[in-house]
């Protein structure tokens, strides 16, 4: 086997555990501070702690890092876990604007930006529910 033959996943790609804790920083950071992120920061509590817990552990095994998401909630369930939520491409593009202008301070390497904002961004689309 070589090199080649051995997937990097993308928890590697992006630096690992110190490049999503700064992402997952950065994006709530946003999320507080523009405007346009009001209304999808109005469905978060006052403190932001737990949640941030919760998004850093479920965006580690998502990018293919340590399992610490699912052993503790199970299987994510993203779009049952905010049915009470209304997501409509407002709040999508909200939240792809706190994610993108994240990545673009976390993420250092161009294609892996892109690649991760390509799956973020099918994911975020996919979170509509009206």
Request: with cysteine.
């Amino acid at each position: 086997m070589t090199d080649s033959d051995v997937a990097i996943s993308m928890f590697e790609r992006i630096g690992g555990s110190a490049t999503i804790n700064r992402l997952v920083e950065r994006f709530y950071e946003r999320m507080d501070t523009l405007s346009e992120a009001q209304t999808i920061r109005a469905m978060h509590a006052a403190d932001l702690g737990l949640i941030k817990d919760v998004l850093k552990r479920y965006l580690t095994e998502w990018t293919g890092g340590p399992k610490l998401y699912s052993v503790e909630k199970g299987h994510p369930r993203l779009r049952q876990r905010h049915i009470g939520f209304a997501i409509g491409d407002a709040e999508r593009d909200a939240w792809l604007t706190c994610m993108r202008g994240a990545l673009e301070e976390t993420v250092i390497d161009t294609a892996v930006r892109q690649d991760l904002d390509k799956a973020l961004s099918g994911l975020a689309d996919w979170m509509r529910n009206r």
